[in-house]
């Protein structure tokens, strides 16, 4: 029986004794314990070794499972990772860290990998051997039990091998989202094609623009006169009516629209079906206009110039390698069908094609303008002919990857001696031009005669485009305007980087580039600043399924 005594001061001492017997419920097993409290007799035994002899094999048994369990683990990372799996076993057992010796194997293993060439002796011989995921990477390792050095090896070979593949998709991507660029969408051949119906079959479509009572508004240099030269029906639209929405005196604008023989029905069409609010606008076909003989054989000069340069590009990224034609993704956009359109060279003849204007605002339909621009025309140009913002948005003396060394070949002679190679290079595509003072001036037949330089050097001089020459010819013509009124760029895909404060806050967004606004490849949140200028709701758009 077991007896315990308490005073009130507490247990003060306790002592086991085998004067009596606690036995169990089930009369099994007994433990002759007896427990006295102070005052009790003195006689007191040790605890048998029987008595300990059940906890103590409990507690060892314990002991040996952990300790089993742990050494499994430990032959099972080993297997996988280490050279010795022995070695690891005593560093990990015996009061070694198993993580710091698996970490400076691998560290060793992938050093040596990483200095080993490509095809060494360490290296994997044959791709096609190579684990095609990391799953399989580690099932391999895993049930060969292969050490941590061919490991390694292995997965260098791997990423080397994922390297290549990546690379090629990149470039292979980037051929494939440049040529989609060079297509006309469905909906805008489709709008092309039922206005020049429209234009057969209405009337009201072949109606004369602009009316007879606004004609003399065409040659008032009292009024603001824009010039855009496209054959796109909807972008010019877009241009249109951006400007016009953001004028403060919209009833002073007239547009003169130049296009080809082949737009000209559905441009003329739209905009007499479509007509503007207050502006004046005229549009115009190439066959329409009454040039003289040496302006003609100038401009069939120098378009066939251009296309030759463009062929040239071509044909030698044809010949290349796959590895460096696309390279440098600027290259691909030489291949655009713009580089040898005619509208889009036939700037550098604009005092002839207004004989009768003074002072113009030009601007290419991939453009929209999202500020009034009334004060462009009031701009004193200090006797220069062009005023051009310079991509300087970045902050003063700041024009990356707009420099002349990106457009010219400062490896030719003729270049190197004549140009700067880190000038900075002014943005075609929202110009103000004093057409007077350009009358005054050299600057087309400077152009000529540098286009035949490059035609005499092998098409070597600079990169494909109106631009380059257009730099050369118009040196010493140019003034500069706040970097505010023009932004360029927003076909390419660095584009990313603008700030959308700094879209919203230009004057003129200009989608240069392949990702025309037009197009699905852009960045719908750039296209937005394009599309919110197009009426979804008109008949014509509807039903040729053009969507923002």
Known sequence: MMKMYISATGIKKLTISSTAAVTSGGGGFGLPVVMKGKGSSPRIRRISYRTLLLPSLLVLGLLLSLLFFRITFIMLESAAFCSSSIGCLGWSIFGGSDSAVLREELMLALVEATSDGENGKGGI???TSLPSSFNDLVKDMTSSGQDIKAFAFKTKAMIVKMEKLVESARQRESIFW??????????IHCLSLKLAEEYAENAAARSRLPPPQYVSRLTDPSFHHVVLLTDNVLAASVVVSSTIKNSSIPERLVFHIVTDKKTYTAMHAWFAVNSVNLAVLEVRGLHQFDWSHEVNIGIKEMIEIHRLICRHKFDRM??????????????LQYLRPSCASLLNHLRIYIPELFPDLNKIIFLDDDTVVQHDLSSLWELDLNGKVVGAAFDSGCGDGCCPGRKYKDYFNFTSPVISSNLDYDRCGWLYGMNVFDLQAWRKTNITATYHHWLKLSLNSGFELWNPGALPPSLIAFEGHVHWIEPSWHIAGLGYRSVMNVTESILENVAVVHFSGPAKPWLEIGSPEIRSLWSRHVNFSNEYIRKCGIMG
């Open 318 to 331: 044809k010949r290349e390698t796959l590895a460096n034609e696309y390279e440098n993704d600027k290259d």
């Open 178 to 187: 440049h040529l989609a660029s060079h297509g006309v969408p469905k909906g």
């Open 125 to 127: 011989e044959s791709s």
